[in-house]
Structures are given as C-alpha cells and as structure tokens.
C-alpha cells in the first residue's frame, strides 16, 4: 500500500489537515483569552510522518488538539454552554473553507482539555517527538509512573474492548452500507492504539512502541513474531481508504474494515492476556 493512484497526493491531504488545525486554533482564540492558555498541541497520526496510506485515513483519522491552561474552570465558562461550542465548530469551519479551497476531504478535529486528561489516574503522556506546539509552552512528559507499570497499562486497556466487540454484531446486521462509516468511527479509535499498546507490552521501550507510524508499527509487530496482528491492523486501514474512496458506497470495503477491525482488537486481547499473566 504506497500513496500511488487511487490514493491522492498526500502532501494535499497534510496541507488540508494544517488548514483545519490553523483554523481551530483561530477560532478557539476568539473565545479563549490568549492569558489564559498554557499550551496547545497537535498530536497524534496527523502529526506523525505519513510513509503510507496506512498512516493517515481521511476523515476517520482524528486531527486531535489538546489545550493546556492555567484555570479549567475558566476554559469551561468560556466554552462550556452548547450555544458557544458550536459558534466555535461553525467559525473554525467557515475558517477552513476560506483556507482551503475544493479540499479533498475534510479533517476531524478531536479538541480536548488536557488538564483533566493529566489527572486520571493512569494518565501516560503522548511521546513529545509526537506532539507538534500550535501556541505556548512545550509538551508536558513528566509522568510518576515507571516503564513496568506502563507495559502494564498498555497490557490491561488491550481488554478493555471484549464487550464492545461482543455487541458489534448487533450493531451491524441492520446498518446499510452508508451508515457504516459511523461504525467505523467507533472502531477507529479503538483499533488505532492496538499496535503501539501490543508493542509495549511485549517490552519494548515506550518511545519506540508509541512513538512510530503505523506503518512503522507494522514492521515491529512483524518482527516480533506477529504477523497476524500486522496483518488485520493494516487491513483495518486499508480498506477504509476503499471506503472513503469510493464516496462511502462501497459496502464490501465497509465490511472488510469492520472484518479486520474485530479482529485486530480480538488479537490484541489475546496477547494483553498473555503479558499480565506472565
């Protein structure tokens, strides 16, 4: 899988990405004093170097934007009432169609408060290589927790989806085929940590099992003996790019993403077990 034809040129796409990132960061500063914000930062597989298709899904990868600030109970009076967020959505999106002329797709932009995320419990900060700093002070790394308790935290959430997966017939077997995109949603932002969780489990260090592509994934699941799980997870993505391009019609690319999907969280499971039991 190589950005050749069907697949669009991807410095487009990554264009059209910075066009929606540039136009959030916009909008939110017309609602969030400049003062009262620490950092914001760009993270994720928009950040990250697109060496495949794989790499990047229009459309179904999020575009995630995470706000740092001094006061949480400010950033909730300034954005908290549903009249104010979506003046917001609707600023940041006439602001990317100014910005971005005919776009090949539209990004999704995932906005969350990072105070909130610092204070769960099992909180592991994103790699820094990582994050990109849209305004503000650097990335925040710090973490208490040490390399075995990470492993076992990726190991632990790799279970965490039997339920969802169980019921995923159920959510299925009466969706037509232009309502699947919504399914693949669900299992995007499921499936996209799977690699990185099963690579920190089976011991590598975090930087590495975290801070790659997929398509660098891949290559390390390969080569530690688990070309399956490479396999499906790969699959997952490719055949949502069919889907996407074929303009949400093709309901056989639909199925084989929600296909490999299962299976990709399944396998994962599977070798979560196997980790903490060891």
Known sequence: MTWAPPHPDPLRLRAEVDGMTSAYVSALLEHVPREDIVGLYAKGSAVKPWDAPLDYVP????VDLHILVHDPARLDANLGSLRVALELQARAEVLYCERVRDPLHVPRPQLVALNALKDQLLYVP?????????LGAPYPTTTALDAAAIRRIDAASLLQHDDYVARLPWQVVDTPAKFLWGRLRDLA????????????????????????????????LDALGEPALAASYAAFYAAAWDFFLSGYTAGDAARRAILAGAETLERGATIGRAALSS
């Open 189 to 220: 932002w499921r499936v996209s940590p799977t690699a990185s969780r099963v690579l920190s489990a089976r011991d590598l260090a975090y930087a590495e099992a975290w801070g790659g592509n997929r398509s660098t994934a891949v290559r390390r």
């Open 59 to 62: 459309e179904l990868s999020d």
């Open 126 to 134: 994103s790699v820094a290589s990582t994050v990109r700093v849209l």
